[in-house]
């Protein structure tokens, strides 16, 4: 994509504080942090969605996260970390491109769980009806 801000990163057409890179993908530091070392991880391809991945391109691109969040997790001293990503418009994808957040984590730090992203309280009398559904749409 020609003004894709995350293409632009990967190409070196514009600058970011790059901490690791692969054959696959690339990792900086957020200009909006969350916290102090929350660093995004990018397939150095074009996807706008996760869902748009072939499942060798995810893979590929979780190997890179899994190296970068251990990274960021020593480096932080941070006894955990948020991992995730926002998989569309409607779920806060604010840019078209693939990307994966690692935040470090620590006790006390008032951050919440990934379930405090939204909370709508379905109903939960119908989960054999949606199981099946999703298990249908698998095929």
Not at 19 to 26: C, Q
Not at 31 to 49: L, N, R
Not at 65 to 88: C, F, H, R, Y
């Amino acid at each position: 994509m020609d003004n894709c801000i995350f293409c632009k990163i990967a190409k070196r057409e514009i600058p970011a504080k790059i901490v690791y890179e692969d054959d696959f993908a690339i990792a900086f530091l957020d200009i909006s942090p969350c916290a102090e070392g929350h660093t995004v991880v990018i397939p150095k391809q074009h996807f706008e969605k996760f869902t748009d991945m072939e499942e060798k391109d995810a893979g590929n691109l979780f190997a890179s996260v899994q190296k970068v969040a251990k990274a960021v997790e020593i480096a932080m001293d941070a006894p955990g970390s948020n991992i995730g990503l926002n998989n569309g418009k409607a779920a806060g994808q604010e840019v078209p491109h693939v990307h994966v957040h690692i935040i470090p984590r620590y006790e006390g730090d008032n951050g919440g769980a990934i379930q405090s992203i939204v909370k709508t309280y379905p109903k939960t009398d119908n989960l054999e009806e949606l199981k099946e559904k999703i298990r249908e749409s698998l095929r």
